[in-house]
């Protein structure tokens, strides 16, 4: 015989806990526009009408997930004293967030403007308390340099959530815990004298082929607007054509963005390419690599990064795995380049430190550390060499 319970059912004292991680883990998935709050209270076993009791809507929830995640981060590091202890604590923070980094990159823009003041407050404060423990540990570093330098480190703490590469839990935070460590003894080139920030880009000449055109301006807006809030009418405005003109180009809008993006895609292959051919030795290559990779990053103010990242799950699903596959294939160059100069790492290692080295060069040109110094490309080549290991002169 079987009995029930006559009392009520008693709901989880932690339930707005559950919700803002699985909303955080739905965001980091699939992506704001493409997760519903549906999606949310599904991932959490209760009904869209039990989640709308804690959150009016989705911006709001976003908002709550990306300050409730910020504020942890501040906990953890108001712990720690010393660099490594810092470093160790953050390392351990990022494995069990790795969706809260991709989340804020890739997500703050469709926040209320007081959520984007706020998470960008929170932020400063967390690149902040680790640029204390680095003046402590580096006196001698120059006072411009830490805020870049104290990024980079949090760049390379935050990578693992740019990949799903995994490694046994403590090994895996000793490593993360090494490559920022690398980032924070890094050496940054003098600053030019009298430098000052560079000037805002010109806008330059168009290709004469209509297409051509077409994916030079499509690009930039979808990465600053987003690939949803974007029309083939603003497209086609851009370069002096009405919307219609557009369609005899590209059958549609994800065709457009599927262009750009394998277009981006076949410059980064044609790169490495000529950079391979130029090098003798797998430490000439790396080095050849960090140097193009920067200056492309750096160039956009890395917006072409952000529309991979972003925008990539509104193209078809061939596109999507073509893409992803070239994405896998072009990290794996740089791996086999890294073991040929670092023995003592493997494979998993590698792509791991690889991915963080990356993860600096995608992320901190998007912010104003990088965007207002004058050598910001060399400063960038300068952690990369570190993060990756191969400190010193090129081979011959």
């Known amino acids: 015989m079987s009995t029930t319970s006559s009392g009520p059912t008693r709901r989880p004292r932690n339930r707005k806990v559950l919700i803002l991680a699985a909303a955080m883990d739905c965001f980091h998935e699939s992506g704001y526009e493409a997760t519903g709050m549906e999606d949310i209270a599904s991932a959490v076993g209760i009904t869209a009408g039990g989640l709308y009791r804690h959150f009016r809507g989705k911006q709001e929830l976003l908002g709550a997930a990306l300050l409730d ?18 470093t160790d604590a953050v390392a351990s923070f990022s494995l069990d967030h790795r969706s809260y980094p991709v989340v804020w990159d890739r997500e703050t823009r469709h926040l209320s403007e007081l959520h984007q003041d706020e998470v960008r407050e929170r932020h400063a404060r967390i690149a902040d308390s680790l640029g204390v423990a680095l003046r402590a540990a580096r006196p001698e570093l120059a006072p411009q340099d830490v805020p870049l330098v104290s990024w980079a480190a949090l760049a390379v703490l935050a990578s693992p959530s740019y990949h799903r590469t995994e490694l046994p839990r403590r090994r895996f935070e000793d490593l993360l815990q090494k490559l920022a460590e690398g980032a924070c003894r890094t050496t940054l080139p003098p600053a030019p004298p009298r430098a000052t920030p560079p000037a805002a880009r010109k ?45 005899h180009h590209f059958p549609g809008k994800a065709d457009l963005l599927a262009a750009v993006l394998h277009r981006a895609s ?100 998007r912010l104003p550390v990088v965007k207002d110094r004058v050598e910001a490309a060399s400063a960038l080549v300068h952690l990369g060499i570190a993060i990756l290991g191969i400190d010193g002169p090129a081979a011959a």
């Open 69 to 86: 995640s910020t504020d942890q981060l501040l906990g953890v590091m108001a712990e720690p004293g010393d660099l490594p202890s810092l």
């Open 266 to 365: 076949e410059v980064k292959w044609a790169t490495l390419v000529h950079d391979l051919a130029q090098s003798s030795t797998a430490r000439q290559a790396l080095e050849r690599l960090l140097r193009s990779y920067a200056r492309s990053t750096t160039s956009d103010h890395g917006s072409g990064v952000l529309l991979t990242v972003s925008e990539r799950a509104h193209v078809p699903a061939a596109d999507q795995e073509t893409l992803h596959r070239s994405q896998v294939d072009y990290v794996a160059e740089w791996v086999a380049l890294l073991l040929d100069c670092r023995p003592d790492l493997d494979q998993i290692e590698a792509r791991v430190t690889v991915q963080a080295a990356l993860t600096v060069l995608n992320l901190l040109p």
């Open 203 to 247: 806008q330059g000449l168009t290709p004469a082929s209509r297409r051509e055109a077409l994916l030079a301006a499509a690009g930039p807006l979808f990465a600053q607007h987003g690939y949803q809030s974007v029309s083939m009418e603003d497209i086609g405005a851009a370069i002096g054509i009405s919307r219609l003109a557009v369609y």
